[in-house]
């Protein structure tokens, strides 16, 4: 008998949290999805006159989250509030943003820590609602195993 796995978005949560503006938690009310990347590239390839190629490992765990939410949703004010506190405070609370994603069917669990807005999110205006498209960038993000 062939082996099944099933896979739920409302089975991953999140928290969001800033030192001095506080946290949210993320279970779905308002969220339309996010998506993780690594920036860095591991690898990289230094070639020689006579062809001898020289493989170096590059350390680094920086990269961004992308979080999409609706655009009248408590997710996406906070999301705006936040950004107007780093913005408005001191430059040493700029990076402060922190992010942990945990997707326990999936056994994983993701550590971002650093974080801080790309920029202000473009904010649609149509008939029908639309999604916010916040992208931060983070120092450090670890992936985890539960």
């Not at 796995?5 to 938690?25: L, Q």
């Not at 062809?51 to 989250?65: D, F, L, P, R």
């Amino acid at each position: 008998m062939a082996g099944f796995n099933t896979y739920s978005f409302t089975d991953v949560t999140a928290t969001i949290s800033h030192p001095a503006y506080g946290s949210y938690d993320l279970q779905g009310e308002g969220m339309g999805d996010f998506n993780i990347a690594k920036n860095t590239d591991r690898t990289a390839h230094d070639v020689a006159a006579d062809g001898t190629i020289m493989v170096s490992k590059i350390a680094g765990n920086n990269g961004n989250v992308n979080i999409n939410a609706q655009q009248t949703s408590g997710l996406h004010n906070w999301l705006q509030g936040l950004f107007n506190y780093v913005w408005q405070a001191d430059t040493s609370q700029w990076a402060q943003i922190s992010l942990t994603i945990t997707a326990p069917k999936m056994g994983k669990t993701f550590y971002c820590t650093g974080g801080a807005f790309v920029k202000e999110p473009d904010e649609p205006f149509q008939a029908q609602g639309q999604r916010v498209a916040w992208n931060l960038l983070f120092a450090d993000i670890q992936r985890l195993p539960i």
